[in-house]
């Protein structure tokens, strides 16, 4: 099964031995050829039947009609330096994104973006012929907690001590702990 952008043509591919016949064929330009050119004003399904002598073998292909290109982005949250690769989810052949500061190529599907703050960047994407398609993403930056360890202190062997460490971002202090080695 493929799809197609309405208006754009898309040739079909059979294969095997026997005469080829296609069904649902007014939308190709031949019927009787293993590759005819095909196309559709609405999603159709095509049969190829391939006859040799009294075997007839016959399978399907759907063209899905499309008026638009999809495209959509998950949001995203770094801890300030990071990067992260953006993954734009949809077919597309072009792609263009809103020219900003953080971004490795504005022309990939899946670029690194290493914003300072918390950023939404924009996409367009198309496929050939169907109408653009515009998606948002943001990158969320939270920052890096500032962890104060006291000084070094000096305890006799089997005795217990206490560890803390008082941690902050921004006025949070609400924050799970875990200390190496265990």
């Known amino acids: 099964d493929a799809d197609v952008c309405l208006g754009d043509m898309m040739v079909l591919s059979g294969d095997g031995l026997g ?3 296609w069904r649902a064929a007014a939308s190709l330009d031949v019927q009787n050829v293993l590759r005819p050119e095909a196309l559709p004003e609405e999603t159709t399904t095509y049969y190829l039947s391939l006859e040799n002598g009294a075997c007839t073998l016959t399978d399907s292909v759907t063209i899905f009609e499309r008026e638009k290109t999809n495209i959509s982005v998950q949001d995203q949250v770094i801890c300030r330096g990071d990067s992260i690769r ?10 263009e994104w809103q020219a900003m500061d953080g ?8 670029p ?8 939404t960047f924009m996409v367009i994407g198309s496929l050939s012929s169907c109408e653009a398609d515009t998606a948002f993403v943001t990158v969320e930056v939270n920052e890096l907690p500032e962890v104060a360890l006291r000084p070094v202190r000096r305890y006799f062997p089997g005795q217990m001590v206490t560890l803390s460490a008082p941690l902050r971002i921004g006025s949070q202090s609400d924050f799970e702990y875990q200390w190496f080695p265990s």
């Open 103 to 110: 971004i490795s190529d504005l022309n990939s599907s899946s």
């Open 112 to 119: 690194m973006v290493a914003p300072l703050t918390t950023t």
């Open 86 to 95: 953006l993954v734009l989810e949809g077919e597309v052949d072009q792609v």
């Open 19 to 21: 005469l080829p016949s």
